[in-house]
């Protein structure tokens, strides 16, 4: 990292997300004391009912939390393992895989909800009711589409009751109950004890080699999908802003600044 005395060009911003500039829009029209005082008399003088604006608010902000928190699972099946003996490594990458699967569920749920909101709200204001509606429903649908994979993963063991299981983190999971069963003071003295350190070469190899298996496919997986949902999220907020707006009856703050420039 730089050291700032040696810093001479003066920061760039980092772009914000369609997600951070409207929860920025949000909150400037719901405290328009936000702004200095030449700015913000463009702002009052936009009449808003702020129930609405913090209905929008709650919802959008469920969908940055719930996407935020997915994008560090990335770091946690790269990094986040215990230092103790009482949680194996293959314990915890599994738990992770759990917890990832059910956040990705949960950001898929909560895109799902503001959709619904946004279509029972826009075709309010709406004169092409049928299409609102339409539009809305095929975002929910192409939702469900983009989450199948986790669907797919997920689901299943939630709702049969039965455990989620990677075939990698199986076989290492295998291998360490065979390890521990090598290690049993009764298994071990019928052992051929010439023979057992091949066993447990063996054993240990490939749990250690199908862990890094699953460990290595995680990471891709939560990087990929990462990069994934926050494309799908600039799109389809992209695309649903101007109806947002339309029913809030606001515009863009960035927009009505610029009127200062003229």
């Known amino acids: 990292m730089n050291n700032p005395s040696q810093t001479t060009e003066t920061a760039i911003p980092k772009k914000q997300d369609i997600i951070e500039e409207i929860l920025t829009d949000l909150a400037v029209y719901q405290e328009p004391n936000l702004l200095l005082e030449k700015h913000k008399e463009r702002i009052t003088s936009i009449e808003v009912d702020k129930s609405k604006l913090r209905r929008y608010w709650d919802l959008i902000s469920n969908v940055r939390y719930a996407w935020q928190k997915t994008l560090k699972y990335e770091l946690y099946f790269t990094e986040f393992y215990s230092f103790s003996d009482k949680i194996e490594k293959i314990e915890a990458l599994n738990h992770h895989i759990h917890a990832y699967l059910q956040d990705m569920t949960i950001l898929k749920n909560k895109i799902e909800v503001l959709f619904g909101s946004l279509k029972n709200d826009v075709k309010r204001v709406a004169t092409n009711k049928e299409k609102v509606v339409a539009f809305f429903e095929v975002g929910i649908q192409t939702t469900k589409d983009v989450f199948k994979g986790v669907s797919k993963y997920r689901d299943p063991h939630v709702h049969e009751g039965m455990r989620f299981l990677d075939g990698d983190l199986l076989k290492a999971e295998?291998?360490?109950?065979?390890?521990?069963?090598?290690?049993?003071?009764?298994?071990?003295?019928?052992?051929?004890?010439?023979?057992?350190?091949?066993?447990?070469?063996?054993?240990?190899?490939?749990?250690?080699?199908s862990f890094e298996m699953a460990k290595k496919r995680w990471i891709e997986m939560a990087q990929g999908n990462g990069e994934q949902t926050l494309g799908y999220l600039n799109t389809i907020l992209m695309t649903v802003r101007p109806s947002l707006y339309q029913f809030l009856g606001i515009k863009p703050i960035k927009d009505i600044l610029n009127l200062d420039k003229n």
């Open 174 to 209: 295998n291998a360490q109950e065979f390890l521990k069963l090598l290690s049993n003071p009764i298994f071990d003295a019928m052992l051929n004890q010439q023979y057992k350190p091949k066993i447990v070469a063996k054993a240990a190899k490939e749990k250690e080699e």
